[in-house]
């Protein structure tokens, strides 16, 4: 038997019509503690985005580990999901910079870009996501944050 809820096991296979229903369900009532843990961060890995979109609506994320689904997203080069968190933050408090090193090391362009324009802070500096880009060889990443220094975005 597994540890999973029904809103985890069906954020997971990407179920729409079951996490409408228990996101129903779970409305009408106190919800017991553990429904929401992990049906983020599991959507979000196997990128599933019509069930993020709904756990966002929900703010069933304010019941997540904040800082992992977004990197989860930028790991798994997810971009219209990281998009999705992203627009969200006016209620989560992100922390860009390491998934901004993610992404970079991963080679994910679009996302960089993404996580630059949402104020994630560029550092040229041996830890930095330039650098990361840089040593794992993935010039585009880096070309783009080039342009992205010359548009006047910060690099500290």
């Not at 843990?37 to 993020?52: P, Y």
């Not at 901004?100 to 996580?115: I, Q």
Request: hydrophobic share 45%; proline share 1%.
């Amino acid at each position: 038997m597994s540890d999973k809820t029904v809103l985890q096991e069906a954020a997971e296979f990407g179920n729409v019509k079951v996490v409408i229903s228990e996101l129903a369900r779970i409305a009408k009532k106190s919800a017991p503690e553990g429904t929401f843990k992990g049906a983020l961060e599991v959507a979000v890995r196997f990128g599933h985005t019509e069930v993020v979109r709904l756990l966002i609506e929900a703010r069933v994320v304010v019941h997540a580990n904040n800082d992992e689904a977004l990197k989860t997203a930028c790991l798994y080069g997810h971009e219209e999901i990281a998009r999705l968190l992203i627009e969200a933050r006016s209620w989560v408090d992100w922390n860009y910079d390491i998934a901004l090193k993610m992404a970079a090391a991963r080679g994910r362009t679009e996302t960089v870009k993404l996580l630059v324009k949402a104020g994630a802070n560029l550092r040229d500096d041996d830890y930095g996501a330039i650098r990361l880009a840089k040593d794992n060889g993935h010039d585009e990443v880096v070309e783009a944050f080039k342009l992205l220094i010359k548009q006047g975005y910060n690099c500290r």
